[in-house]
């Protein structure tokens, strides 16, 4: 019986693996036939020498960080007070935290339009910067569901209330338990929610295009509209940048605390 149930499961993970590994072999393949007659990385070549691809992939990263961290500063502080003061508003942040899921990006960013163009009493698109810090909140709203469902998770395995009333014994301040007590024991959690933050932000097109950035998504659609090779090629590199995000959460992870199987 124990031999009938290996087999299957090994027959099951290999039509898995097959289906998930003969795609991306064949886009490699393609990707390869740039120069006619022989196999070449000449579609690699292009796609990093272009200057394009430096400008658009570096101008995603720098939202990136700061998504991450406006990400941060609002998701700590609200998980932290809900876990030790509000239990009983945990549905309904949970809830709320769930919209991005069900809410379309168009939906949110013809929303974002509508409220600060440049004739609203807060203008964000009126200039550059403006537009690039409305992004970022765009893109904090978009990866609310993961970086508050990675902190969350890590504030289940440690005593929140035990750790915050031994600091004010201590004389710490709120500003204080939050940076020094309760962030370093959810980094781990933390740095998981970033690393999928990043993830969300390098693909994402539909805010970048409307709101006319020069974001790596975009850039991605332009190249798949006008070449033959690079596409394949930009696929495999924002499929190799989406995998070491998973991985490095999943090494992460195992540095994570057990949980403490504590109500609070």
Known sequence: MKQGSRFWAWLVFGVGTTYFILPLLATFEFSLRKRRGEYSFDAYRSVFGDPNFQTTFTYSVVVAVFTILLGVLLVVPTAYWIRLRLPHLRPVVEFITLLPLVIPAIVIVFGY????????????????????????????VLALPYMYRAVDTGLRTIDVRTLTEAAQILGAGWTTIIARIILP????????????????????????????????????????????????????????????????IQILSRFAPRSANRPN
Do not use: H, K
Request: glycine share 8%; aromatic share 12%.
């Open 185 to 248: 024991n959810v980094l781990i959690a933390v740095l998981s929610g970033a690393f999928l933050s990043f993830a969300i932000v390098i693909g994402e097109f539909t805010m970048a295009s409307l709101l006319n950035r020069p974001a790596f998504g975009p850039y991605l659609q332009n190249i798949g509209a006008n070449s033959a090779y690079e596409p394949s090629a930009l696929a495999l590199i924002s499929f190799a940048i989406t995998w070491g995000c998973m991985s490095l």
């Open 113 to 140: 339009i509508r409220m600060f163009g440049s004739n609203s009493t807060l203008p964000f698109l009126a200039t550059a910067r403006g537009t690039d810090a409305l992004l970022v909140i765009g893109y904090a």
